[in-house]
C-alpha cells in the first residue's frame, strides 16, 4: 500500500509541472494586453515601458515562467493589475466559497444518484427504472446555467421563498454556517448538483445491474443470504467507482462553475475568473486557473488511495 502510495505521488509531481506549464502558456497566448484594465487611453510610452517592468511583461517568457513558478512555491502568485491587491488573498477566498458550494452539490447529487441508480439497478426494465433513468438523462442534458435562471425565477422572484444572489444578507461575500447563509446555497447548490446526480446514477445503475448479474451474488443467495447481505456485497463492489467518478465531479465542479456562480453572484473561483477574463487580469487569471488545476490533481491523488483502500485489488495491480 505504501508502495502504490509512493508511486501515485511520484507520478503526480511531473503532471503538476505540465499544468503549470499550460496555464502559463494558454493565458499568455491569448489576444490582448494585459495592461489596458489599469492604463489610460493616452498612456505614453515610458509609463507602459514602466508597467511592464513592474509585472514583468518586459521578460523573455522562460524567464517570467521561472519566476513565477518560484513564487507561487512560496505561496506567492503576484498582485491583481485590476484591484491591487494580492492574487493569493483573493483565490483563497474564492476557493473556500466554491468548495462550500460544490461540496454541497456533490453531496446532493451523490446522494440521490446512487439512490436512483440502486432502484434502477435492481428493478431492472420496471417504471422505476424507466424514470429513474429519464431523470438521470434530464440531470446531464438540462443546461444548467438555465435552470438556474428558471429556480431564481420561481423561488426567488414568484415565491419570494430564497434569495436569488450573493453568498449572504446584503450580498456578503463572507460566509458562515447559519441560516441567513445558507439559503443563499440552497439554489446553487441544487443547481449544481443536477449534472453529476444524472452521471452517478447512470454509472451506478451501470454497475449494480453488472453485479447483481454475476455468479458470486447467485451463489451468495443460494446460501440463504437475505437480501441486506447481498445488498452489503453489492455496495462494496459499486463503491470504489461511484466514489472516483464523485471525486471527479467535485474537480469538475470547482473549475466549471462559472456559468452558475455568474447566474446567482456567488464570490467563487467562477466568478472570480469570469471577471478576471474580462479585465484581462493576467496574475488573478493565473493564479486561479493554477490553484484549481492543482486541487483537480490532488483530488484525483485522494481519490485512487481512497479506492486502493477500499479494494485492495487496484494497489496490487
Not at 493565458?27 to 490582448?32: E, N
Not at 483563497?92 to 462550500?100: C, E, F, H, P
Not at 428493478?123 to 429513474?132: E, I, Q, V
Request: proline share 5%; net charge neutral.
Amino acid at each position: 500500500m505504501l508502495a502504490y502510495l509512493f508511486r501515485r505521488v511520484v507520478y503526480t509531481l511531473p503532471i503538476m509541472f505540465g499544468v503549470a506549464l499550460v496555464c502559463f502558456a494558454l493565458v499568455h497566448l491569448a489576444p490582448g494586453d494585459p495592461l489596458v484594465s489599469v492604463l489610460p487611453a493616452d498612456a505614453s510610452a515610458e509609463l507602459q515601458a514602466q508597467m511592464r517592468t513592474l509585472y514583468g511583461f518586459d521578460r523573455p517568457y522562460p524567464v517570467q515562467f521561472a519566476s513565477w513558478i518560484g513564487r507561487a512555491l512560496q505561496g506567492d502568485l503576484g498582485t491583481s493589475i485590476a484591484s491591487g491587491r494580492s492574487v493569493s488573498t483573493e483565490v483563497i477566498r474564492a476557493v473556500g466559497n466554491t468548495l462550500i458550494l460544490a461540496s454541497v452539490a456533490t453531496m446532493i447529487g451523490f446522494f440521490f444518484g446512487c439512490l436512483f441508480g440502486f432502484v434502477a439497478g435492481y428493478f431492472r426494465d420496471s417504471w422505476a427504472d424507466k424514470a429513474a433513468s429519464f431523470l438521470s438523462v434530464v440531470g446531464v442534458s438540462v443546461p444548467h446555467y438555465w435552470l438556474g435562471m428558471v429556480l431564481v425565477i420561481i423561488f426567488a422572484a414568484q415565491l419570494n421563498w430564497l434569495p436569488a444572489t450573493g453568498a449572504g444578507p446584503g450580498g456578503s461575500g463572507e460566509w458562515a454556517w447559519d441560516w441567513a447563509h445558507i439559503r443563499h446555497l440552497v439554489l446553487p447548490a441544487i443547481t449544481m448538483s443536477v449534472i453529476p446526480m444524472g452521471i452517478i446514477s447512470r454509472t451506478v445503475r451501470a454497475l449494480v445491474a453488472e453485479t447483481l448479474a454475476q455468479e458470486f451474488v447467485v451463489g451468495l443467495r443460494a446460501k440463504g443470504l437475505t437480501d441486506f447481505g447481498v445488498f452489503r456485497h453489492v455496495v462494496k463492489n459499486v463503491a470504489p467507482t461511484a466514489l472516483a467518478v464523485m471525486g471527479l465531479q467535485l474537480g469538475y465542479l470547482l473549475g466549471g462553475s462559472i456559468l452558475i456562480e455568474t447566474v446567482f453572484s456567488w464570490p467563487g473561483t467562477g466568478f472570480l475568473l469570469n471577471s478576471a477574463i474580462f479585465q484581462r487580469d493576467l496574475p488573478l487569471l493565473q493564479g486561479t486557473i493554477l490553484v484549481l488545476a492543482m486541487f483537480f490533481v490532488l483530488l484525483n491523488l485522494l481519490v485512487d488511495v481512497v479506492q486502493s483502500t477500499l479494494d485492495p485489488r487496484i494497489a496490487r495491480s
